[in-house]
């Protein structure tokens, strides 16, 4: 079955700085890998996908990506953090079981930013 | 441009009381889901639908039913609510096609209270 994880509940970082929110993935074949961040009392909103191609994958609001296949990650970034980045972001990966594809998500990690 | 919409909002449920959430979108995507989302457990898939006329199980479907009623509604029923059901629910749409549609619109959710 494809998943992924997100070994941090919570990440912490002052503003200005980078940010890196981590994700690992296990999949048989070729991953196709996203990134949703959610605010507060809000749904999901899609921040990035890696299909194929270029390792870095750019994003929404200044967010990248970065594709590791050897690591099996797919950790993200952001240089210089906001206070408005501070929201609950969800790594996800598709699965093409069944009659429809469907997003299998991680469990979430918190991304406090401080001034 | 109202994308996906919830309703209700917020519900509170006794014990053994049934109620169904829908769900309705407005970009004439094929696919749509429903997920929960648990503290600590990201989201899980409850249920989705392909296309019109179709639905099939997700990871946790236990205690729910579902309805495809249009390709634009997908409504989520509890029969005989249980505090395990006590969660937020999103529901989610696709459009069907290449994999450079793989993105997920969501609704802002319902937060259900079930005591």
């Known amino acids: 079955a494809q998943s992924v994880a997100q070994p941090e509940d919570q990440v912490n970082v002052a503003e200005g700085n980078p940010l890196t929110v981590k994700c690992t993935y296990s999949v048989s074949g070729n991953p196709y890998l996203f990134w949703y961040v959610q605010y507060p009392n809000r749904g999901l909103q899609f921040l990035l996908k890696?299909?194929?191609?270029?390792?870095l994958v750019k994003g929404s609001y200044g967010f990248e990506a970065e594709f590791n296949k050897s690591q099996t990650s797919f950790h993200l970034k952001k240089p210089s953090a906001l206070v408005s980045d501070s929201a609950l972001y969800f790594c996800?990966?598709?699965?093409?079981?069944?009659?429809?594809?469907?997003?299998?998500f991680g469990t979430g990690t918190r991304l406090q930013v401080t001034l | 441009n109202a994308g996906v919409t919830q309703t209700p909002k917020f519900q509170v449920l006794k014990t053994g009381q049934s109620m169904t959430l829908q769900c309705a979108q407005d970009m004439n995507h094929n696919s749509m889901y429903w997920y929960r989302q648990d503290p600590g457990m990201g989201l899980r898939l409850i249920y989705y639908?392909?296309?019109?006329?179709?639905?099939d199980k997700g990871e946790v479907p236990n205690g729910y039913n579902v309805s495809r009623l249009n390709k634009r509604e997908f409504s989520l029923r509890l029969e005989s609510a249980a505090p395990s059901q006590t969660s937020v629910y999103f529901c989610a749409s696709r459009d069907r096609g290449l994999a450079a549609n793989e993105k997920l619109f969501f609704g802002s959710g319902t937060q259900l209270s079930v005591l």
């Open positions: 639908s392909a296309s019109e006329g179709t639905t």
């Open positions: 890696y299909i194929t191609g270029d390792n």
């Open positions: 996800a990966v598709r699965d093409i079981t069944g009659t429809a594809s469907k997003l299998t």
